[in-house]
């Protein structure tokens, strides 16, 4: 049956101990709960269904401590009872849940386990708990979280579904912890683990709180989902720390990740991940942060193995991007409007290893970019105070055409560039619309000896504003020119602007054209032997 209790006021509350098994619904309001070594369940003798929560609790504290909650089923959809399989924590709730399991709770709503349904509900601590099989047939298979969650660590969600959130959906609320574990959780739309977006209100009360989640060590193992196949963030914030993503799938896009908010990742392994487009990651708007972070052996069908970004993205610090296939951007795909930099990263790798003649590169080459990896821009691609060797330049697949290779911008800020590659066949060359080589900048172009691939750079706009670029750039740019071709470099810098017309002059093949504000017309003709 049911116990309903009025308690006395929360300056003086009082105290409900429950052992042994219990069945029904409690609703406790104004006082504490305290629940040690019981065993609650609304299946037994016949009962199939319970209409409320397990534990429905408004102005109360909850402590709970080796306490399963199994097969509560809640079949109210109205707004007041229909959230909560287990518990419906309501105003003014605070709770300490320890060593407790929740197995195959449902909800017609929100929340299969648990529903912190009120800005002014609170979980203090949620540690060393299990949430297995439980089911939300909206948001959160184990949990909704409307409120906060503080301290969640060391706890495992496995096998629990939901539409969004298959594990929790934190909607306008918080959640923070480490050591927590994901696994096999089911979203039958977004986010197979973790859903972090923002509170619209409840349809009377708008509401724009947006969502958080910080997690620390935690891991994400086989969760599913059509986009964001462990975690899906719009419009909230998500920090990761540590930790890893490893076989995740998303039949949509983000087999790991999928962002639309704000997303910080740092010092993080995610690796064997599978989705259409952006198996590893995938950013479609707002900003995110890479920094340590591993990302590898990804596959996406289409677009993006490792990364796929269409907002503001940063990769920083020793973020390594290896063995990731897709059709293409294996490496990484940086849409239209998509702006991607790629900032203080350097390389370890010897970037005068020249000229090359080795058929293999050093043993202790690490490098951001995958060697046998692609890259493909359409968006803004920028290399700030970096050193960075590209093996397979920037849109070098072969499925594109010479038009569709030159879009997208490439800034490139105080960095050194190395393009081409260490013995194993790849076209460095950087295609683009636009290329834009800024002071205290090197491009080093080297021709491959076994494949005799060179790298270049080959765009609509090639500009130039620094005199610390190797002179070899400018043989590339206009080796990248075919028969009949003609390609006009802006050179904006005097003594570049020189050192390009003496070195020009002393070669016959290509004929060059002044044209006035630094900008030179070199054509390659038709009737040319570049033999």
């Not at 890893?244 to 039949?251: K, L, M, R, V």
């Not at 690796?271 to 590898?296: C, E, F, H, P, R």
């Not at 990769?315 to 790629?342: E, F, P, R």
């Not at 920037?394 to 594109?400: D, E, R, V």
Request: glycine share 14%.
């Amino acid at each position: 049956g049911s116990l309903g209790i009025d308690g006395p006021s929360s300056a003086n509350k009082a105290t409900l101990t429950l052992y042994g098994i219990g069945s029904g619904n409690v609703n406790w309001d104004a006082g504490t709960v305290s629940n040690v070594n019981s065993y609650w369940t609304n299946v037994q003798s016949g009962q199939t269904t319970a209409t409320d929560p397990a534990l429905l609790a408004t102005n109360a504290d909850l402590s709970i401590t080796g306490v399963v909650f199994a097969n509560s089923n809640n079949t109210t959809t109205d707004t007041v009872y229909g959230n909560g399989g287990a518990i419906k924590m309501n105003e003014n709730t605070t709770a300490t849940i320890q060593e407790s399991l929740f197995y195959n709770n449902k909800t017609q709503k929100y929340g299969g386990a648990i529903d912190v349904d009120n800005d002014a509900a609170v979980i203090t601590q949620l540690q060393d708990t299990a949430f297995i099989n439980n089911s939300a047939a909206i948001h959160g298979g184990a949990m909704d979280v409307d409120g906060v969650v503080q301290n969640m660590d060391g706890n495992m969600f496995a096998g629990n579904t939901s539409e969004d959130g298959g594990a929790i959906y934190v909607d306008g609320g918080s959640v923070s912890g480490s050591a927590n574990v994901f696994q096999n959780n089911t979203a039958t739309g977004d986010g197979g683990a973790i859903y972090v977006g923002v509170d619209t209100g409840d349809g009377v009360t708008p509401s724009t709180q947006a969502g958080s989640a910080t997690l620390t060590g935690t891991t994400f193992t086989g969760n599913s989902a059509v986009n964001g196949g462990a975690l899906y963030n719009t419009g909230g914030t998500a920090t990761i720390s540590g930790g890893s993503f490893t076989g995740n799938t998303a039949s949509g896009q983000g087999g790991a990740i999928y962002s639309a908010g704000t997303t910080n990742v740092t010092g993080s392994t995610i690796s064997g991940n599978t989705a259409n487009s952006g198996a590893g990651i995938y950013n479609a708007s707002g900003n995110m942060t890479l920094s340590d972070v591993t990302v590898s052996n990804n596959t996406a069908s289409v677009n993006g193995g490792a990364l796929y970004n269409a907002g503001n993205m940063l990769v920083t610090g020793n973020t390594v991007l290896s063995g990731n296939t897709a059709t293409l951007g294996s490496n990484a795909y940086n849409a239209t409007g998509g702006t991607l930099t790629i900032s203080d990263i350097h390389d370890d790798i010897d970037l005068d290893y020249a000229p090359f003649t080795d058929t293999t590169a050093p043993s202790s080459m690490t490098t951001l970019f995958d060697q046998s990896g692609d890259i493909y821009n359409a968006g803004t691609m920028n290399f700030v105070n970096s050193s960075i060797q590209l093996h397979n330049g920037i849109n070098t697949n072969a499925s594109l055409s010479d038009t569709a290779r030159k879009v997208g911008t490439v800034n490139i800020q105080n960095s050194t560039i190395d393009l081409g590659g260490y013995g194993v066949a790849g076209d460095g060359t950087i295609y683009g619309d636009t290329v834009n080589i800024e002071e205290g900048s090197t491009i080093k172009t080297h021709v491959n000896r076994e494949t005799d691939d060179y790298g270049k750079v080959s765009a609509n706009t090639i500009n130039v504003d620094t005199n610390n670029t190797a002179l070899n750039l400018y043989y590339s740019m206009a080796n990248a020119l075919q028969k009949g071709e003609s390609q006009i470099y802006t050179i904006l810098d005097g003594t570049v602007a020189g050192e390009f017309e003496n070195a020009m002059a002393n070669q016959s093949l290509y004929t060059v054209e002044k044209l006035g504000n630094g900008q030179y017309k070199v054509s390659y003709p038709d009737g040319s032997d570049s033999s």
